[in-house]
């Protein structure tokens, strides 16, 4: 950060950088919004409220020196992450900001990067709080979902398909260069990389497509790894995984050995992918959906019977490297989210 604004006050602050006006047409659903002690907020008729809170920590989900604008982009944009998995259309976002100081040029960068995904996905910012302190960055999200149409990490059957959308690992590998700066590798590959890690994508829209279609989901955060036994569990299934099948990106290739893009695939955490259930009968349905959105969608496993998560390379057992990320483990010391 700069050298603070001495003249801005918290109300000057909010006032200035997150409270911007939106279209009407955006503002449905919203009865009072920002300037007020709470917001007022009206689902959809035969809706289910969907709920969504994540915390950014610099130094701990971000490295001290990322852009400002991708840190407004990275705090909206992991939560639209948990939307999707949920099958939940994004509506409302509320915002609380601890920072060192009120620094009028990084909070333009943030609040630009926040809004614009915020208007992308239709989300209007309705209340919040600023306060001084180390910064960290808390954003909940509020959406709707049809009752009875939202998707679940339980909902998985024996039989069903694993899918994973776009590709895995890149995230990570983004936060591995941006940090260390390697030399004698494809610039252009490290550089597409950083920004996937800057830039997450959410699949909200693939989200939406899934209802009714795929048995469970949920998003890659914690990496496939990781995350994968917590799906598995909740549907009381065993899942079992081809480990060459996992989708890597050309930047990936090129930039690291296939061993190296692996173990990133498997366990770096941030992707914020689609990870999907399907019956083998539903799953064209799921692919035709993908490519409507440009998407690829690809099929790595399949659950069973069972309890635990197995891996394969080439036929071969297969045991990962690391689990993924947990933040209270003893292994957890580095930057990552």
């Given at each position: 950060?700069?050298?603070?604004?001495?003249?801005?006050?918290?109300?000057?602050?909010?006032?200035?950088?997150?409270?911007?006006?939106?279209?009407?047409?955006?503002?449905?659903?919203?009865?009072?919004?920002?300037?007020?002690?709470?917001a007022?907020?009206?689902?959809?008729?035969?809706?289910?409220?969907?709920?969504?809170?994540?915390t950014?920590?610099?130094?701990r989900?971000?490295?001290?020196?990322?852009?400002?604008?991708?840190?407004?982009?990275?705090?909206?944009a992991?939560?639209?992450?948990?939307m999707?998995?949920?099958?939940?259309?994004?509506?409302?976002?509320?915002?609380?900001?601890?920072?060192?100081?009120?620094?009028?040029?990084?909070?333009?960068?943030?609040?630009?990067?926040?809004?614009?995904?915020?208007?992308?996905?239709?989300?209007?910012?309705?209340?919040?709080?600023?306060?001084?302190?180390?910064?960290?960055?808390?954003?909940?999200?509020?959406?709707s979902?049809?009752?009875?149409?939202?998707?679940?990490?339980s909902?998985a059957?024996?039989g069903?398909?694993?899918?994973?959308?776009?590709?895995?690992?890149?995230?990570?590998?983004?936060?591995?260069?941006?940090?260390?700066?390697?030399?004698?590798?494809?610039?252009?590959?490290?550089?597409?990389?950083?920004?996937?890690?800057?830039?997450?994508?959410p699949?909200?829209?693939?989200?939406?497509?899934?209802?009714?279609?795929?048995?469970?989901?949920?998003?890659?955060?914690?990496?496939?790894?990781g995350?994968?036994?917590?799906?598995?569990?909740a549907?009381?299934?065993?899942?079992h995984?081809q480990?060459?099948?996992l989708?890597?990106s050309?930047?990936?290739?090129?930039?690291v050995?296939?061993?190296?893009?692996?173990?990133?695939?498997?366990?770096a955490?941030?992707?914020?992918?689609?990870?999907?259930?399907?019956?083998?009968?539903?799953?064209?349905?799921?692919?035709?959906?993908?490519?409507?959105?440009?998407?690829?969608?690809?099929?790595i496993?399949?659950?069973?019977?069972?309890?635990?998560?197995?891996?394969?390379?080439?036929g071969?057992p297969?045991?990962?490297?690391?689990?993924?990320?947990?933040?209270?483990?003893?292994?957890?010391?580095?930057?990552?989210?």
């Amino acid at each position: 950060m700069s050298a603070p604004d001495s003249n801005l006050g918290e109300f000057d602050l909010i006032g200035r950088f997150f409270r911007r006006a939106a279209p009407l047409d955006a503002q449905q659903g919203v009865v009072l919004g920002i300037g007020d002690d709470a917001a007022l907020l009206r689902l959809p008729e035969g809706s289910d409220l969907v709920a969504a809170v994540d915390t950014l920590v610099a130094g701990r989900h971000f490295p001290l020196i990322t852009d400002a604008h991708s840190v407004g982009h990275r705090a909206l944009a992991v939560n639209l992450s948990d939307m999707a998995a949920m099958g939940a259309m994004p509506a409302w976002a509320t915002l609380a900001l601890t920072m060192p100081s009120a620094d009028a040029s990084w909070l333009q960068r943030f609040s630009d990067g926040l809004l614009e995904l915020a208007r992308e996905h239709g989300v209007i910012l309705v209340g919040g709080d600023t306060t001084r302190g180390p910064l960290t960055v808390s954003l909940q999200i509020l959406g709707s979902v049809p009752r009875g149409a939202e998707l679940r990490r339980s909902g998985a059957k024996a039989g069903d398909v694993l899918a994973v959308s776009g590709t895995l690992g890149d995230s990570g590998a983004g936060l591995e260069f941006a940090t260390s700066r390697p030399r004698a590798v494809d610039r252009a590959a490290v550089d597409a990389l950083i920004r996937r890690f800057d830039y997450p994508t959410p699949r909200v829209q693939l989200g939406l497509a899934a209802r009714y279609v795929a048995s469970a989901a949920m998003d890659i955060s914690d990496g496939l790894a990781g995350d994968l036994p917590k799906l598995a569990a909740a549907s009381g299934l065993h899942a079992h995984v081809q480990v060459e099948r996992l989708p890597l990106s050309a930047a990936m290739r090129a930039a690291v050995s296939e061993a190296q893009a692996r173990e990133w695939a498997l366990a770096a955490g941030d992707d914020y992918e689609l990870l999907l259930a399907a019956a083998p009968s539903m799953y064209p349905k799921l692919e035709a959906a993908a490519r409507r959105l440009n998407l690829t969608l690809s099929i790595i496993g399949e659950l069973s019977s069972g309890s635990g998560v197995s891996w394969s390379l080439h036929g071969a057992p297969y045991i990962p490297a690391t689990s993924g990320y947990d933040h209270f483990s003893q292994a957890s010391t580095q930057i990552t989210v």
